[in-house]
Nanobody
Framework: QVQLVESGGGLVQPGGSLRLSCAASVSIFSINTMGWYRQAPGKQRELVAGITSGGSTNYADSVKGRFTISRDNAKNTVYLQMNSLKPEDTAVYYC??????????????WGQGTQVTVSS
């Protein structure tokens, strides 16, 4: 079982920055992929950024060049640095961890979510 605890959300003005943190209850070496998703009111949850155990990253087109995902293996924590925030970035942000078992089954874990509001 993997528990994920997010922090760092809040209210920020357009053009501002926030850094989200996701602390895992296990060594993130044991997790194949970690990522950040977001869900705005009335919309589906969407992938924002992901990072593999090998350090490869991918981003949604809407955040490329503004957001950066990183990991600190010693702290079992994944971060999402968000710069140049826009009102359309307003959403609940969820941390995700995907673990591939020896059977090949992929188990998905989710954090409780943290609200990010971009408004003047």
């Amino acid at each position: 079982q993997v528990q994920l605890v997010e922090s760092g959300g809040g209210l920020v003005q357009p053009g501002g920055s926030l850094r989200l943190s996701c602390a895992a209850s296990v060594s993130i070496f044991s997790i194949n992929t970690m990522g950040w998703y977001r869900q705005a009111p009335g919309k589906q949850r969407e992938l924002v950024a992901g990072i593999t155990s090998g350090g490869s990253t991918n981003y949604a087109d809407s955040v490329k060049g503004r957001f950066t995902i990183s990991r600190d293996n010693a702290k079992n924590t994944v971060y999402l640095q968000m710069n140049s925030l826009k009102p359309e970035d307003t959403a609940v942000y969820y941390c995700n961890a995907d673990r591939v078992l020896s059977s090949g089954t992929v188990v998905h874990y989710w954090g409780q979510g943290t609200q990010v509001t971009v408004s003047s």
